[in-house]
Every structure is written in C-alpha cells, then in structure tokens.
C-alpha cells in the first residue's frame, strides 16, 4: 500500500521557520519525483517545490525561492521542507505528493500519482 505521511505543521509567527517531513512508503522511492504543494483557504492549489534524487534536480515556485529548501533522505525514503522567513501568506494545508513520470515538477499537479493528508501550517503576524 503506497503511503505518504507528512508531519512538521504548526503555528509559527511571521520570521520563523518550520521543518515538514514527508515519510513515504509502498513504492520506488528513488523512482520518483517528490513534491510539495499547498492550498490556503479560498484558494487554488500551488505547487511550492519537488526534488529528484534520480536525476538531480530541485524546483522551486517563485513564491518561496530563497525561503524554502527541499532535500531527500533516500535511506529513509523521506523529503523535507525546510521553511524560513515565513509570512502569513504561507499559511496553508500543505500536501506532499509522489510522480512516477521523470521530469515531473509542481507546475503540473496532474502529474502526481500519490497524494498525502496534509499538514497544516499557520503563519501568525
């Protein structure tokens, strides 16, 4: 059974940072791209980053460059978010999610095959 589990969430006022964890099981971790989206109440889902540890690349959204970094633990078949100078329009549900299509990124949340709970994150100003 593929299983995505994320973990991290929380309250964090505006300036701080906050670490999620994507804990995935059930198939080919090395196989497939990792992504982080979010959705805020309201609004649109948005892709904020995803990694590759097949070949090699990171992607980010505008919206978090320079904030966020994405990074894999291939022996733990875990991705991680580490978010900092977080403002209140990071404020989301954020969902990891899984694509076994290479070359895959955020910008096509269509891609993924595999989806998480979610965790939420709450920015406070």
């Known amino acids: 059974e593929v299983q995505l589990v994320e973990s991290g969430g929380g309250l964090v006022q505006a300036g701080g940072s906050l670490r999620l964890s994507c804990a995935a099981s059930?198939?080919?971790?090395?196989?497939?791209?990792i992504g982080w989206f979010r959705q805020a109440p309201g609004k649109e889902r948005e892709g904020v980053s995803c990694?590759?540890?097949?070949?090699?690349?990171?992607y980010y959204a505008d919206s978090v460059k320079g904030r966020f970094t994405i990074s894999s633990d291939n022996a733990k078949n875990t991705v991680y978010l580490q978010m900092s100078s977080l403002n209140p329009e990071d404020t989301a549900v954020y969902y990891c999610?899984?694509?076994?299509?290479?070359?895959?990124?955020?910008?096509?949340?269509?891609?993924?095959?595999?989806w998480g709970q979610g965790t939420q994150v709450t920015v406070s100003s």
């Open positions: 999610a899984a694509s076994a299509l290479r070359f895959a990124t955020v910008r096509a949340a269509h891609l993924f095959d595999y």
């Open positions: 059930g198939f080919i971790f090395d196989d497939y791209v």
């Open positions: 990694i590759s540890s097949r070949d090699g690349y990171t």
